[in-house]
Every structure is written in structure tokens, then in C-alpha cells.
């Protein structure tokens, strides 16, 4: 069946070069665990993308109940929480895997760093990685705020005033993420968006090129 | 492919079949249990249609006769996380039937919802008249053939208490 419908559209729309392309390469030796189990390290890249995808879809799937105003922001994660079924679950799964991201975002780094693969011809690529981790960054810091308890503001609180200690642009750059002249309505709503539209589009296009150098400079050699 | 391999092979499935069906199985697994847990949460309201309500007092039952009067009463209703303090506003028309019952009629139109008013139209005496797409109903409630709606107005469960007209959930229509 599922057979039919692929050839179907494959006589049609000659998709197979399309995939082929892209799940047809060599894996080398040196990074594949089968050979060596230390290789493991070179799977922190994929986790952090499991998990990236992951954050993704339970967070689209919690902004089906959750509202980024004062009113209600706290009131609504704790219906979603409470009352929903598996909203435990769901929420809990984007609550750590925020934490996860970071910490396999982390050891991938760590991994590119020691086995020398930012080298040339591949510091573009690592300059990207750099990007993708203040983004990541970013991301945890507005999605901090959005539970809207105390924890949430006070830590809202101390980001934007180490924001505003930035020598000249540091009190524009604390208004610009207020959005206001405290943290209140405005800046709930603003990292909100910058949360759920602004910084995952830019993680998108960022993971977007980061993979396709990856593809086409290859994996760095051995040790 | 020789005679001896094509039988061989007829036996039982390829190696490369098994490995499909083994690691297909097992991705499909884990993707489920990935995504089942956020399909349920979001299809959630789907299990929690239709809470229970409670009767509510609308006054005194000398205060309606064999005229349509229309009455407004809140209920206490909760909506997800937000529970208004006033309740949620409905209103009914009461009429007492010839035979001495009440009878509460929704004014929720049965064609597509809008709210319908007893004489609304001027020119439709004794009918319940839907404004959105020209709905009637007659002075029992009933859908007039020929207009959009195709069953008669709900009603209110009624229950007198103390001399004085209760009103509890929304049920269709029974007896017309």
C-alpha cells in the first residue's frame, strides 16, 4: 500500500534523487560506535537536534492552552498543568529538555573543540555553532519568563539588569527587552514572541546551514 | 538468482525485510511514545464535553402567564482556567402551558446558532424569529416548515420549588 502511493508519486514527482541525496553518505570509521565506542561523542550534534525537535513540538503543542498575558499566563500553565491530561508530561518534557539542549549543545562543543574540528576549512561552521548556542541561550532565557511566578520574574529581573551593565548600549538594550518601563504586560508579550516566532525561525535557518556545511565539507578526520 | 536460492528464499523473509520491520517498528514505537502523550493533551477537551449544571432560581412562578416572557440568569461556568465572578449570562423565554406546566424555551436558533427573539420580526405575530438566516418557529417552539432551522427551540428543564420556577440544563425538545 504505502509502496503503491510512493510509487505513485514517485513516477509522477521523481523524488527518490531528493532523499537519496541527502540519506546516501559515508559515515567514517572514527566516528561510527560500531568500530570504536568512543565515538559516541560524535552523536552530541544528532542529540541536540533530537532534543531541539523535541522542544519543538511540545512547545507548539503548549501553546494550545497556554496565554502570554499577566492575567492569565500563570493561571493557564497551571490549568495545562493540573487539569489537562498529560499536561504534566508535555510540559515536563520542554521544561528539561531546555535543560538537555543546553547540556548536549554543551558536550557537542566540547567534542568539536578537542578533536580540533573547527580548523580550516570548517571555522565558518564553528562561528554558526557559536551563533546557535547565544540563540539556544536566548531561547532559555525568554522561555524563562513565560510561566510568569515569582521564579520567572525575578530571573527576568537580574537578566535585564545584567543586560543594562553592557558599557553605552546597555540601558537601550534593557528597554528593548522590557519593552516597558518594568517587567510587566510588555515584556511578557515580547518574549513571548521573541520565544515562539523570532528565535526559533532563527535557530531554523542557523541549524538550516549549519547542517548543509557539515554535508559538504564533511567530517573532520581522526585523531 | 539459481533454483536452490529462489526456494530458499520463498521460506521466509529477506534479511534486509527483517531489518525494515524490526527498526521500523521500533522508531515507530519510540516516535509514539513520544507523541502520544502530546496528542492527548491536545485533544483533551474532546473527554471533557458537557459538565453538569445546576438549577437555577429565575423568580417567582406568578411572575409568568401564558405569554412569552423572556428572563436572563447567570450560571456559574467554568471556562478552562477562567472563571467569570458574574457567571455566564443565559437567558430563556417562559410561558406557562394550558395545562398549568412551564415551559423554557433556548433561544439558540437550531439552524446555526444565532439568537432567535419571540415577535423579533414585526411582521411574524406569535412566531419566535431568528434575525441571521429568517429562521421561524411557531408559538410552541416548533420549527416552521419552509424556513432554515429543522427541529423545534431546546428547552430548559423546569422544576418548581417553594412558589418559585427553577431552570437546569438545556435538553432537546420532547412532546411536539
Known amino acids: 500500500m504505502l509502496r503503491k502511493i510512493y510509487d505513485w508519486l514517485d513516477h509522477r514527482l521523481d523524488i527518490t534523487p531528493m532523499w537519496r541525496g541527502l540519506a546516501d553518505h ?11 565506542f568512543s565515538a559516541f561523542i560524535y552523536c552530541f550534534g544528532g542529540l541536540t537536534f533530537f532534543i531541539v525537535v523535541i522542544q519543538i513540538l511540545s512547545g507548539m503543542f503548549l501553546t494550545m492552552y497556554y496565554v502570554p498575558d ?34 548536549m549543545l554543551f558536550l557537542h562543543t566540547l567534542r568539536v573543540f578537542f578533536t580540533g574540528a573547527y580548523k580550516h576549512p570548517r571555522e565558518f561552521n564553528w562561528v554558526i555553532g557559536i551563533l546557535l548556542f547565544f540563540v539556544m541561550l536566548g531561547l532559555g532565557f525568554t522561555g524563562y519568563l513565560l510561566p510568569w511566578d515569582n521564579k520567572a520574574y525575578f530571573a527576568t529581573k537580574v537578566g535585564v539588569e545584567i543586560a543594562a551593565s ?30 515562539v516566532f523570532f528565535l526559533p525561525a532563527a535557530l531554523l535557518g542557523l541549524l538550516g546551514a549549519h547542517f548543509f556545511l557539515i554535508r559538504r565539507q564533511g567530517i573532520s578526520g581522526p585523531l | 538468482m539459481s533454483e536452490e536460492e529462489k526456494e ?23 516516535a509514539s511514545v513520544m507523541l502520544y502523550p502530546m496528542v492527548r493533551f491536545a485533544v483533551d477537551p474532546i473527554t471533557k464535553k458537557g459538565a453538569e449544571s445546576e438549577f437555577v432560581d429565575v423568580g417567582p412562578v406568578d411572575e409568568f402567564n401564558e405569554t412569552y416572557k423572556s428572563v436572563q440568569f447567570s450560571v456559574k461556568q467554568k471556562d478552562g482556567w477562567y472563571m467569570p465572578e458574574e457567571g455566564t449570562k443565559l437567558t430563556a423565554w417562559v410561558r406557562k402551558n394550558p395545562d398549568g406546566e412551564f415551559l423554557a424555551l433556548s433561544p439558540v436558533c437550531k439552524h446555526l446558532g444565532c439568537t432567535v427573539t ?9 412566531e419566535f424569529f431568528c434575525p441571521c438566516h429568517f429562521g421561524r418557529y411557531d408559538e410552541n417552539g416548533v420549527n416552521i416548515p419552509g424556513s432554515p432551522p429543522t427541529a423545534p427551540l431546546d428547552m430548559y428543564e423546569t422544576k418548581v420549588e417553594n412558589g418559585r420556577l427553577l431552570l437546569g440544563k438545556i435538553v432537546p425538545r420532547t412532546g411536539v
Open chain 1, 70 to 103: 499577566i492575567v492569565n499566563a500563570h493561571a493557564s500553565v497551571e490549568y495545562l498543568q493540573n487539569e489537562v491530561a498529560f499536561g504534566k508530561i508535555v510540559r515536563g518534557m520542554h521544561h528539561w529538555g531546555a535543560s538537555v539542549a543546553i547540556v
Open chain 2, 118 to 126: 419571540w415577535e423579533g420580526n414585526p411582521d411574524l405575530k406569535n
Open chain 1, 26 to 36: 559515508e559515515v567514517p570509521e572514527h566516528v561510527n560506535p560500531a568500530h570504536y
Open chain 2, 8 to 30: 530458499r528464499r520463498k521460506k521466509g523473509i529477506s534479511r534486509r525485510k527483517f531489518l525494515t520491520y524490526t527498526l521500523g517498528g521500533t522508531g515507530g514505537f519510540l
Open chain 1, 166 to 195: 553592557v558599557p553605552v548600549v546597555g540601558p537601550t538594550i534593557a528597554s528593548f527587552l522590557l519593552g516597558g518601563d518594568i517587567v510587566g504586560a510588555q515584556t511578557l508579550a515580547r518574549f513571548f514572541a521573541l520565544h
